[in-house]
């Protein structure tokens, strides 16, 4: 148990399992007020329970009442919000040719759109709160392409862009808010399992998901909640509108490398 984020009330989207729940976990151990949030309502509830968080809310990141609702219960909960995590995600396999209109419109939805309609519901209690920090949870995909990832790669390159924007508009405007990303490759979720299972076994999938991984594994949740546990933190205080990788090497990759 430490102190690192004494004081943080933090509201994490997607938080009833996977990244989410492996965020929130961290926080409350770092000494953070935490709420969690998901479409899984049941699932919520258990995980809030399991960590020990404030609160366990249902709530749709595609819906602006469901964000007015569930950052009013989660200020009221918390007596305040200055961290605001975007987790919440689904991907999609399907390329130019293959991807229906309606999957397309769904990813952006939840992976892309979501993060404006939060984030923009959340700025008065961030400003109520200062110093707050946005941390945006994109991948990889959102700086390298796959032919297969279409929708995916344009919502997480687009989550990317708008962590600048958002970072730029609350510099220049003197408030004490900041917005990066972070861009994790294949890490042990249940977002992967369906990747995995195409290969038949779990051996078979991971190996085929880390073919091109310099240091040749998956990543942990954990790696990923050690760093939004930095940016959520004031360790972090002077660093915003940018990205951070946790991929094991594959974005130094260039051409030939092996
Ligand atoms: N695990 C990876 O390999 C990986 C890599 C890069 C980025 N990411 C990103 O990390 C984030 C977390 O994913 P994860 O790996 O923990 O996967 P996960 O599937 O375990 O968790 C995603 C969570 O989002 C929730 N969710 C889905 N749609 C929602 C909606 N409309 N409203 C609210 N909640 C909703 C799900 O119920 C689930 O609890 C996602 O944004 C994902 O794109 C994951």
């Keep these: 148990m430490g102190n690192r984020l004494a004081g943080k009330k933090a509201f994490i989207t997607g938080g009833a399992q996977g990244l989410g729940l492996a965020m929130g976990k961290m926080f409350m151990e770092e000494g953070a007020d935490v709420t969690l949030t998901d479409i899984q309502v049941d699932k919520v509830s258990e995980a809030a329970?399991?960590?020990?968080?404030?609160?366990?809310?249902?709530?749709?990141?595609?819906?602006?009442?469901?964000?007015?609702?569930?950052?009013?219960?989660?200020?009221?909960?918390?007596?305040?919000?200055?961290?605001?995590?975007?987790?919440?995600?689904?991907?999609?396999?399907?390329?130019?040719?293959?991807?229906?209109?309606?999957?397309?419109?769904?990813?952006?939805?939840?992976?892309?759109?979501?993060?404006?309609?939060?984030?923009?519901?959340?700025?008065?209690?961030?400003?109520?709160?200062?110093?707050?920090?946005?941390?945006?949870?994109?991948?990889?995909?959102?700086?390298?392409?796959?032919?297969?990832?279409?929708?995916?790669?344009?919502?997480?390159?687009?989550?990317?862009?708008?962590?600048?924007?958002?970072?730029?508009?609350?510099?220049?405007?003197?408030?004490?808010?900041?917005?990066n990303s972070i861009h994790p490759v294949f890490t042990r979720t249940a977002i992967i399992d369906p990747m995995i299972q195409l290969k038949g076994s779990q051996e078979a999938g991971e190996k085929a998901l880390t073919r091109n991984i310099p240091m040749k594994r998956l990543g942990e949740p954990e790696e990923v909640a050690s760093m939004a546990t930095y940016l959520a933190s004031d360790e972090s205080k002077f660093v915003t509108g940018t990205e951070f990788r946790i991929d094991g090497g594959i974005t130094a990759c260039g051409v030939g490398s092996k």
């Design 49 to 179: 329970e399991s960590i020990g968080a404030a609160a366990g809310i249902e709530h749709d990141v595609t819906d602006p009442q469901a964000w007015a609702d569930a950052l009013a219960a989660a200020n009221e909960q918390m007596d305040g919000i200055n961290v605001l995590v975007h987790n919440a995600g689904i991907g999609s396999w399907g390329s130019v040719e293959s991807e229906s209109l309606e999957m397309y419109r769904k990813v952006m939805a939840i992976d892309c759109d979501s993060v404006f309609i939060g984030s923009q519901a959340a700025m008065p209690y961030l400003k109520d709160h200062q110093p707050g920090s946005i941390i945006i949870i994109s991948s990889v995909a959102g700086l390298m392409a796959d032919g297969n990832y279409l929708a995916y790669n344009t919502a997480k390159a687009g989550v990317a862009m708008m962590s600048k924007s958002i970072a730029l508009h609350c510099a220049r405007s003197g408030l004490q808010i900041r917005s």
